[in-house]
């Protein structure tokens, strides 16, 4: 073999193994397997008291898309899912905190002081704190995907119909049924909102969430998070011959 020929398979080999090293750790195992083992408690129990319907909610659909972006390790999947719901979640931390102080602020988690709700089910429902430092986390170990806000108003906009127009309004008493999901009805699950038509509302969200609450974090990850593109080896490596690449 020709030393211009070693030379190619060795170099080969290195862009190899640099792409295997890329493959393998970027997210922890462990924090893989704990994640999963919490969603495999969460996801049956869930179905069990909540339906089917209850993974309406963006939260859950945020929940099931980061499980699968953990183990692909994929920054489009965790992009979406911190594009969408950053902001909501803080908010649901702060109105949690104000709540327990005995000040209702919006009273979306006022189910979480609901004494006829089981513990354990409002302990799993405390996923809510902890999920947008999660989400964080992952963004800055995989980048953040720019193509994330336009797949999230896009998911927006569908789930948002879907709720409007298939699921429960709000009732006086709906027990554990999911009904005003994703709150297309107003912040109360036991009335709907009376400060302007139904369909007013609606549109507001379909126009806001998108434009008013992930915008802003999607313009906010891009200023503070690496470029998914720009910190992926496997990106970089596959764009460039073997040899061009900096030494």
């Not at 970027?26 to 924090?31: E, T, V």
């Not at 390790?73 to 950053?86: M, N, Q, R, T, Y």
Request: with cysteine.
């Amino acid at each position: 073999m020709s030393p211009s020929g070693s030379v190619a398979v060795a170099t080969d080999s290195g862009v190899e193994r640099a792409r295997e090293k890329a493959r393998r750790g970027r997210i922890p195992l462990s924090l893989k397997l704990a994640y999963s083992a919490f969603m495999a408690v969460l996801v049956p129990v869930y179905l069990f008291h909540y339906g089917p319907t209850n993974f309406l909610y963006f939260c859950d659909i945020a929940l099931i898309l980061t499980l699968v972006g953990l183990w692909m390790e994929s920054a489009l999947l965790v992009s979406v899912c911190a594009v969408g719901i950053l902001a909501p979640q803080l908010l649901w931390n702060v109105d949690f905190l104000v709540q327990a102080t005995g000040h209702p602020l919006t009273g979306m988690t006022a189910y979480m002081f609901n004494a006829q709700t089981s513990p354990f089910l409002r302990g799993l429902s405390l996923f809510h704190g902890w999920l947008p430092f999660l989400l964080v986390y992952l963004v800055w170990r995989l980048g953040y995907d720019r193509r994330a806000w336009g797949v999230w108003s896009a998911l927006a906009v569908v789930v948002l119909c879907v709720c409007f127009f298939l699921m429960p309004p709000p009732r006086p008493d709906p027990g554990l049924t999911p009904v005003n999901i994703n709150y297309v009805w107003g912040m109360s699950d036991h009335a709907a909102q009376t400060f302007m038509p139904a369909w007013a509302w609606f549109a507001g969200l379909a126009v806001g969430i998108p434009a008013l609450i992930c915008w802003p974090t999607h313009r906010l990850l891009i200023r503070l998070m690496p470029e998914a593109s720009a910190r992926s080896p496997l990106t970089s490596l596959s764009a460039s011959p073997a040899g061009s690449g900096p030494r």
